[in-house]
């Protein structure tokens, strides 16, 4: 069964990035997210880095954690749920 937290994480990319031809529900778990599928190039990794500080309240702040953390989705949410404060967190 697929993670909630991956699921409104993908809501997130597309909602964010305005992605036309593609349902989060297409986005896999573990594809990644940069140079994969989605092709989101660093305008759009910029672009969602703003977004997770502002919603979650967490930074990243080195390109190493940047590369980790948007490995795929699975690896956005692990990074998400161990920088976050908890009540950021979505159930």
Do not use: Q, W
Request: a negative charge; hydrophobic letters at 40%.
């Amino acid at each position: 069964m697929s993670d909630p937290f991956c699921g409104h994480l993908k809501n997130l990319i597309v909602d964010t990035l305005k992605l036309e031809d593609i349902t989060p529900s297409e986005i896999p778990d573990d594809e990644p997210l940069v140079g994969g599928g989605l092709s989101l190039d660093s305008i759009d990794t910029l672009e969602l880095v703003v977004k997770l500080e502002k919603e979650y309240g967490i930074k990243i702040s080195s390109s190493e954690e940047s590369r980790a953390a948007f490995a795929s989705v699975s690896a956005l949410a692990t990074y998400i749920r161990a920088h976050a404060p908890p009540d950021k967190i979505p159930a």
